[in-house]
T-cell receptor
């Protein structure tokens, strides 16, 4: 079952914040976040392993709500380099099933 | 650390020919390798999971006789697209998980752009 991401696309000005949500109809055990630039492979951002866990990487952080079966990615004070498509991946039996992606564009 | 390479990065072939794509983990031993296919503006769709020394497990709808996967060692997996057709044109990406880690983080290769004429 593919997780559902929202929004599908977002346009930001440099310095603005954004939130990307990932929800699942199944119980979550771990959530992986990746960013993919056009024509390139996805790059690992972070993994969240247990409910309530929050992680951060520079100004990108994520939370994991096991009860709600969802995870959110927070991008603070966005930079031009944040542009790309963000995917959440859910572990299902040892393999990752990815959401449909959220296309983020940061404009100067 | 955790670098995965893929070769070739781009390939153009004629319809009916076979194409082999290599995926290598350069600085770690990969417990498991995964093969994905991605069409433009779409998500990554898992094709198969392969473990060293055993047969690959294919996802529903993926033809195992068309997409041959061989996982010869802990650092190398190959995907062969047999009798390729234009509808097989896509971006093929492999990933690997590191042996000996407690998480299931997947590290992706740079991808192979296949164009079938």
């Amino acid at each position: 079952q593919q997780p559902v991401q929202s929004p599908q696309a977002v346009i930001l000005r440099e310095g603005e914040d954004a939130v990307i949500n990932c929800s699942s109809s199944k119980a979550l055990y771990s959530v992986h976040w990746y960013r993919q630039k056009h024509g390139e492979a996805p790059v690992f951002l972070m993994i969240l392993l247990k409910g309530g866990e929050q992680k951060g990487h520079e100004k990108i952080s994520a939370s994991f709500n096991e009860k709600k079966q969802q995870s959110s990615l927070y991008l603070t004070a966005s930079q031009l380099s944040y542009s790309g498509t963000y995917f959440c991946g859910l572990n299902q039996g040892g393999k990752l099933i990815f959401g449909q992606g959220t296309e983020l564009s940061v404009k100067p | 650390g955790a670098v995965v390479s893929q070769h070739p990065s781009r390939v153009i072939c004629k319809s009916g020919t076979s194409v082999k794509i290599e995926c290598r983990s350069l600085d770690f031993q990969a417990t498991t390798m995964f093969w994905y296919r991605q069409f433009p503006k779409q998500s990554l769709m898992l094709m198969a999971t392969s473990n060293e020394g055993s047969k690959a497990t294919y996802e529903q709808g993926v033809e195992k006789d068309k997409f041959l996967i061989n996982h010869a060692s802990l650092t190398l997996s190959t995907l062969t697209v047999t009798s390729a057709h234009p509808e097989d044109s896509s971006f093929y990406i492999c990933s690997a998980t590191s042996r000996g880690t407690s998480t299931d983080t997947q590290y992706f290769g740079p991808g192979t752009r296949l164009t079938v004429l």
